[in-house]
């Protein structure tokens, strides 16, 4: 008698690190737009003159945008190895997700405060909120891929 088994669906975490990847893309978009570096530049500035140890670190628009961008290239070029389901990548895709969740869990603080520090509010809304929840779901969703496709190798 001849047993045929179902095919096992192809179980990598590939499309979560990229939608991941997209979703940081957008986020990365959305607090561009909304003058993230600004608020971003006076809290570093208030911070700066309160704490006498605390390190100036203000930023230009161009190497902010510059780095973040580059860094999403980066992760956006090792999505084929994501798709395969490397070994040596799952580290780096638990720390993105984790970083991803940070960042989400970040700005839903902020909109709750209103501020960063108690000299710097926010006219409106605190810049990457509208793209926190795609960060918040790809997150998960690659801590579950990860965790789905770690006994396949």
């Known amino acids: 008698m001849i047993h045929?088994?179902?095919?096992?669906?192809?179980?990598?975490?590939?499309i979560a690190w990229l939608l991941l990847c997209l979703a940081f893309g957008l986020h990365i978009w959305d607090a561009a737009a909304h003058q993230f570096l600004s608020?971003?530049?006076?809290?570093?500035?208030?911070?700066?003159?309160?704490f006498s140890g605390f390190p100036r670190l203000d930023m230009e628009f161009r190497t902010w945008l510059g780095v973040l961008i580059g860094g999403n290239l980066g992760f956006l070029a090792l999505t084929p190895r994501a798709f395969r389901n490397a070994h040596r990548l799952r580290p780096v895709g638990y720390l993105f997700?984790?970083?991803?969740?940070?960042?989400?869990?970040g700005q839903f603080l902020l909109i709750l405060r209103g501020h960063t520090s108690g000299s710097v509010y926010f006219e409106g809304v605190s810049p990457g909120i509208y793209t926190a929840p795609l960060l918040l779901v790809f997150s998960v969703y690659l801590f579950w891929s990860l965790r789905r496709s770690a006994t396949l190798r």
């Open 97 to 105: 997700a984790a970083l991803a969740l940070l960042e989400c869990l």
């Open 4 to 14: 045929l088994s179902k095919p096992q669906p192809n179980r990598n975490f590939g």
């Open 39 to 50: 608020y971003y530049n006076a809290t570093a500035l208030a911070l700066y003159g309160h």
